[in-house]
């Protein structure tokens, strides 16, 4: 068995970012905004709803949506944090990127080459996600290839579930963006 690497001593850890109140405020104040596009399956946007909640970060969902925005089970996975979320749904991905233009996207998508924790989150970021069937559509993954990143994963998952990889990478870009304050 390998011997674990320590992680630094000098990184907030989860219950930092949760506990610490100079932290919490940065964590409001560095907004990211979180984008579904397309999202089928209403329990997993009612959970990233609810991480969204806890981050901050304004929810975007683009139509169309394989669910009723008032859907049970989108409002379950929600529990009550769903009317404390800050969210936003357009009709299409140009309504999206118009309303956003002056922002930062990043795809993410498992045939991306840079690691998600290769970037240097910053306020405003855009991070794009695809629907739990079949992603992102390849066009606009190819039209953006310095903008995709990958969550690594080990070759026999085929992928983590949607509201998990909104977690990883959200949680993330929050950390960093705590060190830097």
């Known amino acids: ?12 850890n989860f219950l930092d ?92 998508t498992k045939t991306a080459a840079k690691p998600y924790t290769d970037v240097a989150y910053e306020s405003g970021d855009v991070l794009v996600f695809g629907r739990e069937s079949n992603g992102l559509p390849r066009e606009m993954l190819e039209s953006r290839p310095g903008q995709c990143v990958r969550i690594p994963i080990r070759p026999e998952a085929r992928s983590l579930n949607l509201s998990v990889s909104v977690a990883v990478a959200a949680f993330e870009a929050c950390r960093q963006m705590s060190l830097r304050e």
Not at 1 to 12: D, Q, S, Y
Not at 57 to 76: H, S
Request: proline residues 6%; glycine residues 6%.
């Open 17 to 108: 970012l949760v506990k610490n109140p100079s932290i919490a405020t940065l964590m409001s104040d560095a907004r990211l905004n979180i984008v579904l596009y397309q999202p089928e399956i209403a329990y997993n946007t009612g959970s990233v709803g609810r991480t969204c909640v806890g981050l901050g970060a304004k929810l975007w969902l683009v139509r169309p949506l394989g669910f009723q925005i008032d859907d049970r089970q989108l409002r379950r996975a929600g529990l009550d944090y769903w009317p404390a979320l800050d969210w936003e749904a357009v009709d299409d991905w140009n309504a999206l990127t118009r309303r956003l233009a002056r922002r930062r996207f990043l795809f993410f």
């Open 1 to 12: 068995m390998a011997a674990r690497e320590r992680l630094p001593t000098n990184l907030p």
